[in-house]
Structure formats: C-alpha cells, structure tokens
C-alpha cells in the first residue's frame, strides 16, 4: 500500500457555502493530535476531537476486551459516532457547538467546551476512529479530505507508551500490552482505514497539501 501525498482522492464536492471537514485518522501515537495542533496555530481551524466521544466506561453500549478485562477502547463499538456526528453537522451548519471533554484515566467524560468555527475554516477531526465518518461526511457533503496519519510501528509503540505513561491513562502493564497489541495489529488498522476512505501519508506531507 503506497503512501500519497495528496488528498484529491478523498476530498468531496459539498456546497462552497458550507464549512467542511479534514479528517485525521491512524493508529494511537501516530501524530494525529500533533498535526492538528500544528494546523490550528498556522490557520486557527478548529480541532474536532472525535476521541472525546468515547462512551462512559459504565455505558452498556461499551465493548469488553476478553483478555484485559476492559472496555475494549480501540473496537469502534467504544466510540459513539452518532452523537460526533450530530456534533459536526451543528459546527459546520452553526459556527458552533457544545463537546463532551473525556477524561481516558477516569474513563468518562468529565467537561464539556465550546468549539467555533468561522465560515471559511476547515474544521479538523482527528482521532482514531475518525475514518469511521468519512463516508457519512461525504454523503452529506461534509467532508474536504481524509488522511490516514502513518508512522513505522516501532516509532508509533514508543511514542503512544510515553505518551500513555506521562499521562497516566491506565495502570503501567496494561499499557504495555495493549501497545504491543496494537503495534502488531497496525497494519490491519491502516488497511481498514484506508478502506474507509482515508490516504495514507506522513503528518509532513499532510501539512504541506493542506497548507499549501
């Protein structure tokens, strides 16, 4: 599967006249949040974070990992994609919207914030399911591109385990285990979001296409 450096592929043709959405997607620890980060302080475009939407560890909805013992936080069952959804359509169509703040070591959400958008801003959405709305944003003439962040899996394990560790999302060795899970699963998760619409590309070539 080669790597693209355009999202020409991915982009919709919506209605000028309606804000749309960049979605960023890709592994856990892929630079998902970096490059929206980047994007927002060279723009000031809205980041849209799908992870927020994760459902309360007590929710039924919520899936069980059979080994660990937990809400299986990387199956798609554990993010609630019809209230992201109905959050995005607000954004684009209002300038605005009300999102939950999820707290991943309390496993709930625990805030909510106010997100704006101004009428010419792209909105960025990143998080690990994100691919799961590429093909609802693009029925509905939401969508501007769609991108599958990508990193070797050995930069990714090292990268999402620090970033865990420092933020003291779960105890140490469940961490640990669901990195390595995750490192060799990660071939089949870009697989799946590619087949879900996104590019595969690095956070430097993404920046430089949305940039320009």
Do not use: N
């Not at 804000?19 to 630079?31: D, E, T």
């Not at 992870?51 to 609630?80: M, T």
Request: aromatic share 6%; charged share 25%; with cysteine.
């Amino acid at each position: 599967m080669g790597e693209q450096a355009t999202g020409s592929e991915a982009a919709a043709t919506p209605p000028q006249s309606r804000r749309r959405v960049v979605v960023l997607a890709g592994p856990s620890g892929a630079g998902k949040s970096r490059l929206a980060e980047r994007l927002h302080a060279a723009r000031g475009w809205p980041v849209f974070r799908l992870d927020d939407f994760y459902r309360d560890e007590d929710d039924p909805a919520a899936p069980r990992h059979p080994d660990l013992g937990i809400v299986d936080w990387d199956h798609p069952g554990s993010w609630d994609a019809d209230r992201a959804m109905d959050a995005l359509r607000h954004l684009l169509d209002s300038g605005e919207c009300v999102t939950p703040v999820y707290d991943i070591a309390q496993s709930r959400a625990v805030d909510t914030r106010t997100l704006t958008a101004r009428p010419d801003d792209l909105v960025l959405a990143e998080g690990i399911f994100a691919a799961e709305v590429v093909r609802m944003l693009e029925a509905e003439g939401m969508l501007h591109s769609a991108w599958c962040v990508h990193h070797h899996p050995a930069v990714v394990f090292v990268r999402r385990l620090v970033r865990d560790l420092r933020e003291r999302r779960k105890p140490p060795a469940v961490l640990v285990r669901r990195g390595w899970r995750l490192m060799r699963d990660q071939p089949g998760t870009v697989a799946r979001q590619t087949a879900l619409g996104a590019s595969v590309s690095r956070p430097s070539a993404i920046e430089g296409v949305l940039l320009g």
